[in-house]
């Protein structure tokens, strides 16, 4: 089985901030990954999918890169609406543990 | 506008069987594959289970393989997950998602199973 990781597993940032988190699967799985944000109590919600392609309606601070093994997800100027936890996952399959993005 | 409601959840003593649905509307249902994923209580997302818009193909976690069959009404827009020979550690929240190809892009608002004695 292709297993996920993330780093960091949490970010201290404050509003204004550009945030990178890194996924890595441990095969190839070319561009069959997403990003998602989650926030306590609710669903998840899809930012970005195949990659590097935005979902309809999330900001277009939000943005994807990587192909293989290595992804990227850059939020380029922190908003208070996105404090959250983020999730990689390859596609159809295995999630990321998650990276907390909280106040610094 | 797309929706999905999931029902089922509930207390069930380890060894038992419960049946989880997800009624789909907003949205052409046999054209898309669902997908199930449950998060436990403070934990991350974990996928559990795929299936085809046909209903035709499906994928499963090793964790659940053996033990949970996903299946679809198409007729019903009715995504359904059976979960047999519960664990303790099954106890979480699950969600229903409607695949886009290469994410999910609608949750429903997840059903609470709790496994224990």
């Known amino acids: 089985d292709i297993q996920m990781t993330q780093s960091p597993s949490s970010v201290s940032a404050s509003v204004g901030d550009r945030v990178t988190i890194t996924c890595r699967a441990s095969?190839?799985?070319?561009?069959?990954l997403a990003w998602y944000q989650q926030k306590p109590g609710k669903a998840p919600e899809l930012l970005i999918y195949a990659a590097s392609s935005l979902q309809s309606g999330v900001p277009s601070r939000f943005s994807g890169s990587g192909s293989g093994t290595e992804f990227t997800l850059t939020i380029s100027s922190l908003q208070p609406e996105d404090f959250a936890t983020y999730y990689c996952?390859?596609?159809?399959?295995?999630f990321g543990p998650g990276t907390k993005v909280d106040i610094k | 506008e797309v929706q999905l409601l999931e029902s089922g959840g509930g207390l069930v003593q380890p060894g038992g069987s419960l049946r989880l649905s997800c009624a789909a509307s907003g949205f052409s249902f046999s054209s898309y594959a669902m997908s199930w994923v449950r998060q436990a209580p403070g934990k991350g997302l974990e996928w559990v289970s795929v299936i085809s818009g046909s209903g035709g193909s499906t994928h499963y976690a090793d964790s659940v393989k053996g033990r949970f069959t996903i299946s679809r009404d198409n007729s019903k827009n009715t995504l359904y997950l059976q979960m047999d020979s519960l664990r303790a550690e099954d106890t979480a929240v699950y969600y229903c998602a409607k695949e886009r190809g290469k994410g999910s892009d609608c949750w429903g608002q997840g059903t609470l199973v709790t496994v224990s004695s």
């Open positions: 095969q190839d799985i070319s561009n069959w």
């Open positions: 996952q390859q596609a159809n399959s295995s």
